[in-house]
């Protein structure tokens, strides 16, 4: 009997190890991810596994460059500067510069070559420059990552190459990215050039979506058979700038496929398509339908003047829910009852579902009309 209990509290613990093993596998590490947010808000518009735990891989060069540029705006280095090539930074595994032991490379360059040719060599060049040694800089890029706000990414090198203890979240890849844009605009800009030459030789960037996607100016591309073929992306329509980050992927072109399904969806959610992009560039006005034709309803009133008090308070606790945005009384008749509904008008669908959702967290009544 008793060899009986014992045999089955041990069953019973094996299975709860078993699942608690699968998951945690499951919930921690999803190979595929993605997230997409509105840069001015910084509002998530869409996200699958947002918060799973992957490995950045070339991604990784984001905080490369982010700390390598907060070094150019402090002064601690220049465009000229040079950096010394060692013998570990020389023996890195492609991609890379193939860079000798003993030469050194301008920081303009290195810049260049992390943004287009992912070096893994330069990555290593930067890191030792900066803290003396790969080991140091990573330390340093983690702290900047908390700081950032990036809470589940812990970096252990400074090119992405694999470490299984070098970890992070398609989430914190975007705070990263936004970051980096926020904080350093005009070296952004590097990020929107599709090639570089080094030594007499020319190199062309990895991100092919950078050509073929309209409003398209960055950023980074990664590859690890690990967490498949990623990308951090930035693309800017009609004055609005969308984050796009994605892991996964099968192949490269899936995953650029997968994301402009995605970053075209979140576009035309906002009202906004490539095809408004494509008239500015060939001057050519073409008739486009209203897509700013949903409203949303914050109270339904027997009078009139209690409806426009509601418009009038909403207005005044939720400026920035309602900022541009039309108000009005309609007069509307429910089982043959006149009753008056206090609107604010010419949202787009996504805008009045976000609208709503903030004053719904206020527990103020809201809904949507088309």
């Keep these: 009997m008793i060899l009986k209990l014992i045999m089955s509290f041990l069953r019973y613990l094996l299975i709860t190890f078993f699942v608690t093993v699968v998951l945690i596998t499951s919930e921690t590490f999803a190979k595929k991810a993605a997230i997409v947010i509105d840069f001015d808000t910084k509002e998530v518009l869409f996200e699958v596994n947002a918060n799973t735990k992957n490995y950045p891989a070339s991604l990784t060069k984001i905080m490369t460059l982010y700390i390598l540029f907060d070094q150019l705006e402090k002064g601690e280095l220049t465009n000229q500067s040079k950096l010394k090539v060692s013998r570990i930074a020389a023996s890195r595994s ?152 994605i892991f996964g992927g099968d192949t490269g072109n899936q995953r650029d496929k997968s994301l402009t399904i995605i970053m075209d969806k979140e576009f035309a959610e906002l009202g906004i398509n490539n095809t408004e992009v494509k008239t500015k560039v060939v001057k050519k006005e073409t008739k486009t339908t209203n897509t700013n034709s949903y409203s949303i309803v914050v109270g339904t009133f027997k009078y009139r003047n209690n409806a426009k008090k509601q418009i009038k308070l909403i207005k005044s606790k939720y400026p920035k829910t309602t900022n541009k945005k039309t108000s009005n009384v309609v007069l509307i008749k429910v089982s043959g009852k006149q009753l008056y509904e206090s609107r604010f008008e010419n949202f787009s669908k996504r805008e009045a579902y976000t609208a709503c959702k903030r004053l719904k967290k206020y527990n103020r009544d809201c809904f949507i009309r088309s």
Excluded: C, W
């Design 94 to 245: 492609p991609s890379k510069l193939y860079l000798e032991e003993g030469s050194s490379i301008k920081v303009e360059d290195a810049v260049m070559a992390l943004i287009i040719k992912s070096a893994n060599d330069v990555a290593t060049v930067v890191a030792e420059n900066i803290s003396g040694s790969e080991k140091e800089f990573a330390k340093l890029m983690t702290n900047y990552a908390r700081k950032l706000g990036m809470k589940n990414t812990t970096f252990k090198n400074a090119s992405g190459l694999p470490n299984r203890a070098q970890l992070t979240t398609a989430r914190d890849i975007s705070i990263l990215s936004h970051a980096l844009i926020s904080n350093f605009p005009k070296k952004y800009k590097l990020f929107n050039k599709h090639k570089f030459s080094y030594n007499g030789k020319t190199y062309k960037t990895h991100n092919k979506l950078m050509l073929n996607y309209d409003g398209a100016d960055g950023i980074k591309t990664g590859y690890i058979r690990a967490s498949g073929f990623q990308l951090a992306f930035s693309a800017v329509r009609n004055n609005k700038r969308l984050i796009g980050v």
